[in-house]
């Protein structure tokens, strides 16, 4: 990259890799990989996804369709008081990551995409 630091890089959500490109790309705007999130969320959450089918929907509405900020943290709260998950661990840890995957927080950085089908597939959820 000829010297050049990366504007944007999406990685998985392993932490080790977030501190890593924390401290050696600070400037680089960095992006939690959404199949990632969708993928360990459906996981963590499976007791979740399996009585409630309408659970993954509304959680890729909201971290895709608020316009802004404001809404999206209003869309988050009802969301988790909706399926009772306030206290729930893996979703406060998702949230206090959202800058990094919520798509209100990423609108003014260019993330250039590969999709594999695997990710096409995910795509048509995210939509």
Known sequence: MSGQTPVSITTDTDHL???????????????????SIIR???????HVCQTHP???TEFMKCANGSETIEEFESQWKSFLERYYLTDNE?????YSACRHWVHVFMR?????D????????????LI
């Open 90 to 94: 893996y979703l406060q840890s998702i």
């Open 54 to 56: 309408t659970f993954e």
């Open 40 to 46: 360990e969320t459906k996981e963590k959450l499976t």
């Open 108 to 112: 003014e950085t260019f993330f250039g």
């Open 114 to 125: 590969i999709l594999s089908d695997q990710d096409n597939d995910l795509k048509e959820i």
């Open 17 to 35: 890799i977030q501190m890593a490109v924390a401290h050696v790309l600070p400037e680089t705007r960095h992006r939690l990989c959404k199949g």
